[in-house]
């Protein structure tokens, strides 16, 4: 047995982390239209090549720059996290099928005048017009016209970022506020009998003085605000209270997360020539952004934190108890911000990251072509065919600091956020015109 004390084993030192580039090349580059002669009546009937041919660069091109960490899975199991930034870019192009086009000559063509010619364009029409649309040219990946406002992109990650802050260190309902209009709220439920009398008295009076319209929609307008933002509420919280009753409490790790969406589109028709060929081409262009942040932090909750007494909902309490403060969040981020500055009181963030999608798909379709040949031309058959150009982006990376914008959308795409704007329109044109 022996004797000599075991030797410590030494840290283990790693490499320092370093940045990666790699490209994926899935390219393939062929001839996609030829036109061919087709003499007729003449000496010679050889059909054969005019010297018309393109080429069409179809498939995908992906790059990617990351981050390399040396033993990183060694490191992950003993607990370090990584937030690393990242980027990925994948364009791919590809040919939607489509013919090429069959025109017959007369003309002087071979040692007897007046014989035709016909012109058999073999292939897919669409390619012939290339070189007036975005496409890719030969192996190099060039731009597929994005319309994406970069401007407002980073105003959407600020305003992801200023919601992400905001939600660190709430709970799922904040019930300072709840007991804060309490009375306001009780008064909802006022015995119904009572309550009827009083709607038929004033519905009454409002038709004697003929004002019965305006004290409808007001009415309505005042049952679906009651609703959406008292009784709604608190039912929320009741269900809150009672799903934060079985969380768990004491020390543990939390994730907060904040997205936002901005999806449109865009069409548009323009015509090209191509040879003799008046092309009408149509574009349609659905782009979008995505944008998520996540903050990861070791708290330690209470029962009381956990069904939704909290520091930061105390402290932000007089914003949201102010009278329409939340139509005005709908334009500019202003309850969110506040939010954001608000110190999450026994939060300890471990690290955070923000992802971003950008993602373009277009196609370009033939829809019509005009024929601006002479008299001495016939068309047999007319070009048809079409493209489709997908760019999607992928980026990780630090969230940006946050700040005040004015949102872009104001999600008035939203039936709710509709109905409540036409309730509070409802409620200040009756208001005017009593």
């Not at 981050?67 to 870019?89: A, D, I, Q, T, Y």
């Not at 992801?160 to 209009?181: P, Y």
């Not at 047999?380 to 980026?395: D, K, N």
Request: net charge positive.
């Amino acid at each position: 047995m022996s004797t000599h004390p075991k030797r410590a084993r030494k840290p283990k030192v790693y490499k320092p982390a370093f940045k990666r580039y790699r490209f994926l090349d899935n390219l393939t580059r062929s001839v996609e239209l030829t036109e061919y002669q087709n003499p007729i009546s003449c000496t010679n009937r050889t059909r054969a090549p005019d010297g018309y041919a393109v080429s069409f660069t179809s498939g995908d091109y992906t790059t990617m720059e990351d981050v390399v960490v040396p033993g990183w899975r060694e490191r992950s199991k003993n607990g370090e996290l990584f937030f690393n930034p990242m980027h990925r870019v994948r364009k791919s192009w590809e040919l939607l099928g489509g013919t090429g086009w069959q025109v017959t000559s007369i003309s002087n063509y071979c040692t007897s005048p007046n014989q035709q010619v016909v012109y058999d364009a073999v292939g897919k029409g669409i390619v012939s017009c290339l070189t007036q649309i975005p496409h890719p040219s030969g192996k190099s990946v060039v731009n597929d016209d994005l319309r994406i406002d970069f401007a407002a992109l980073s105003d959407q990650r600020v305003e992801v970022a200023t919601r992400l802050l905001n939600e660190r260190g709430r709970a799922d309902s904040n019930l300072f506020e709840t007991l804060a209009e309490l009375d306001q709220t009780v008064g909802l439920f006022e015995r119904p009998m009572s309550r009827m009398r009083r709607l038929l008295r004033e519905a009454s009076n409002a038709k004697r003085k003929g004002k019965f319209l305006g004290y409808a929609a007001n009415g309505m307008s005042n049952l679906y605000l009651a609703y959406r933002y008292g009784i709604k509420p608190i039912m929320s919280d009741i269900e809150a209270i009672s799903e934060g009753l079985k969380k768990q409490t004491g020390k543990q790790r939390k994730t907060t997360r904040a997205k936002s969406n901005d999806n449109r589109s865009f069409t548009r028709d323009f015509v090209i020539t191509v040879g003799l060929f008046a092309i009408t081409l149509r574009q349609y262009t659905e782009y979008g952004t995505t944008v998520r942040g996540m903050s990861l932090d070791d708290v330690d909750l209470s029962v009381f934190e956990n069904i939704g007494f909290t520091a930061k909902g105390l402290i932000t309490l007089p914003w949201e108890l102010t009278p329409y403060s939340f139509v005005g969040d709908w334009f500019v981020n202003f309850g969110d911000y506040l939010g954001a500055i608000t110190p999450a009181v026994g939060w300890n963030q471990v690290g955070t990251t923000m992802t971003q999608i950008i993602s373009q798909l277009t196609t370009y379709e033939i829809i019509k072509v005009t024929n601006n040949l002479s008299s001495t031309y016939t068309v047999q058959q007319y070009p048809t065919g079409g493209l489709r150009i997908h760019h999607l982006e992928r980026s990780r990376f630090q969230p940006p600091s946050p700040g005040l914008v004015v949102k872009n959308d104001f999600r008035f795409d939203k039936l709710t956020r509709v109905a409540d704007a036409m309730a509070l329109m409802g409620q200040q044109i009756h208001r005017i015109f009593r």
